[in-house]
């Protein structure tokens, strides 16, 4: 079946410095992906979505200067979260699209925690 | 833009009582997927169901495509069952759309 696995599970990073993480699809062809972000008490809003061979495509409120993506194959992608600051704990989700099935695989999340 | 409402908000139920969760959309869905997500925050696929009804171990979920409207029904609620059930759809351009959940609170 397919699968995607998400890490590290959590991470906490001093404030001001980066953290990155990572998604893996096994089982099936990531041809896209997505990446998102649920801060405290809220719900999980959108970052940007990555397509192979196409330039990735950001959110309003959310840019590549902060939040780099990498998607360099079909079986992976990374985000890094620049210069983390308070406001941009929460918990980050990468959902990966597999094209044979029209659907959507998600990683478990990772849990970012800022000081 | 596309919406997607979930009630209610929050549910308290006592161990054994079933629970009723609902979602409703603003626009069309090509996919419709429930999740669980725990107290630590991890998140797990439940079940998806862009229309008609299907079921896993206690639950089920139903859709009606075109009254944009889904449900997920838990029988004989656990306390392990505790946590948020969010409801997302798919509509277009490889959106994923989170709705803001139904926190549920089982009580032994």
């Known amino acids: 079946g397919a699968l995607v696995y998400q890490y590290p599970r959590r991470t906490i990073c001093k404030s001001g410095t980066s953290m990155r993480m990572e998604c893996q699809a096994v089982?099936?062809?990531?041809?896209?992906v997505a990446w998102y972000r649920q801060s405290p008490q809220k719900t999980f809003e959108l970052i940007a979505l990555?397509?192979?061979?196409?330039?990735?495509?950001?959110e309003q409120n959310f840019t590549q200067e902060k939040f780099p993506i990498s998607h360099p194959n079909l079986s992976f992608s990374s985000m890094t979260v620049l210069n983390a600051y308070l406001e941009d704990r929460g918990l980050y989700l990468c959902g990966a699209w597999d094209s044979a099935n029209s659907d959507y695989t998600f990683g478990s999340g990772t849990r970012l925690l800022v000081i | 833009g596309q919406q997607v409402q979930q009630s209610p908000a929050s549910l308290v139920l006592q161990e054994g009582e079933n629970a009723e969760l609902q979602c409703n959309f603003s626009?069309?869905?090509?996919?419709l997927q429930w999740f669980y997500q725990s107290p630590g925050g991890s998140l797990v696929s439940l079940l998806s169901n862009p229309s008609g009804t299907k079921h896993t171990g206690r639950l089920t979920s139903t859709t009606v495509t075109k009254e944009r409207r889904s449900s997920l029904h838990i029988s004989s609620s656990q306390t392990t069952d505790s946590g948020t059930y969010l409801c997302?759809?798919?509509?277009?351009?490889?959106?994923?759309?989170f709705g803001k959940g139904t926190h549920l609170h089982v009580l032994p």
């Open positions: 626009s069309t869905a090509t996919q």
């Open positions: 997302a759809i798919e509509s277009n351009a490889y959106k994923v759309i």
């Open positions: 990555s397509t192979v061979n196409s330039a990735i495509k950001y």
């Open positions: 089982g099936f062809q990531a041809t896209s």
